[in-house]
């Protein structure tokens, strides 16, 4: 099969360009440039019409040339999603499986570009299932259905509130790495990795959460919230009877000792809760923080009369446990 330059450049013009699309197509491009005539000649018999279903290993060089000049009759490529499946591929998590990639009869590409521009920015080569022929109204069938996430994998592996688990889990991984800078971008491998690893912590959290709105009429935080806030304190090396005191506390606003920042938290999660203005309400990070940092002047009963946060001045507030925890 040959393409002529024109189709390069309906390429070039039917992609939306926007500066992380621009930046993964140059890289794809100089990903194009290392390809072999021997890679020319398999990307030619991988996308004939007549082909069977076969695994094919796709080099980053074939998968970049399939993305470039083969890929004009595609939906829009989400550079997020591409990037995540590129990450896997660089970990060694991407596993061969049914799901490949697919050729319309004329040999364009109907299912697969984020896979194949994931091979070509990874650099990693990988063994897909390649299917050919499709017509376009064959094709319009898949991928109806939303694709399974980590909490149903790990529940459909017998981990209990695994759902839960995952959710938790990514708010505890996304609060540590910004806390060092790192990439707050988790894949759902590694969520579901980071689950088994720390499970007791997780049941703990889900029952400290749980029980903190058992027995409170009004208490300022939801379930989510403080099973949440319970996470984070917990990977930061903090005992259980200490968070679940804590967050006690700051459910039903009482205090252990004068001017303690479990009642101001109290009222002003509270307020969030059933505020009607934007600025009177708390985003998620903010409870967080907010929380954290509260932990840390209830733990040496620092006395305070508020306890404020500011995102666009703080970073946010360690979770570490105190040294006393800490040991």
């Not at 005539?37 to 399939?66: G, H, R």
């Not at 259905?145 to 990514?170: D, F, I, Q, W, Y």
Request: proline letters at 4%; one cysteine or more.
């Amino acid at each position: 099969m040959t393409v002529s330059n024109e189709v390069v450049v309906a390429v070039e013009n039917e992609k939306p360009v926007t500066k992380a699309m621009a930046e993964l197509y140059e890289k794809i491009s100089l990903v194009q440039e290392n390809l072999t005539s021997e890679d020319k000649v398999s990307v030619i018999n991988m996308v004939a019409a007549e082909a069977p279903p076969t695994l094919v290993d796709v080099s980053p060089e074939m998968a970049a040339e399939l993305f470039m000049v083969n890929n004009t009759k595609n939906r829009g490529v989400s550079v997020g999603r591409i990037q995540g499946y590129a990450g896997d591929m660089v970990r060694g998590e991407w596993m061969e499986n049914h799901q490949g990639i697919a050729f319309y009869e004329d040999g364009h590409v109907a299912d697969g570009q984020h896979r194949l521009a994931a091979i070509a920015l990874s650099g990693v080569p990988q063994r897909l299932l390649v299917s050919n022929g499709f017509s376009v109204a064959a094709i319009d069938s898949i991928d109806r259905s939303t694709r399974r996430n980590a909490g149903e994998s790990l529940e459909m592996n017998g981990v209990a509130n695994g759902k839960v688990k995952a959710r938790l889990m990514r708010i505890g991984l996304v609060y540590e790495a910004t806390l060092v800078g790192s990439s707050s971008r988790f894949s759902d491998i590694q969520l579901e990795s980071s689950v088994h690893a720390h499970n007791t912590l997780l049941d703990e959290a889900i029952d400290i959460g749980e029980k903190s709105v058992s027995n409170v009429t009004e208490p300022c935080l939801n379930k989510g919230d403080a099973q949440a806030i319970s996470f984070i304190m917990l990977l930061g090396g903090w005992s259980r009877p200490l968070v679940s005191g804590y967050i006690s506390s700051v459910q039903q606003g009482v205090a252990a000792y004068p001017e303690s920042p479990t009642v101001y938290l109290s009222r002003i999660y509270t307020k969030a809760k059933f505020a009607d203005r934007r600025k009177d309400k708390l985003t998620p990070t903010a409870k967080y923080a907010l929380a954290i940092k509260g932990a840390a002047l209830w733990a040496s009963e620092t006395s305070v009369a508020k306890v404020a946060w500011n995102a666009n001045k703080e970073d946010l507030p360690s979770n570490e446990a105190p040294h006393k925890e800490a040991a």
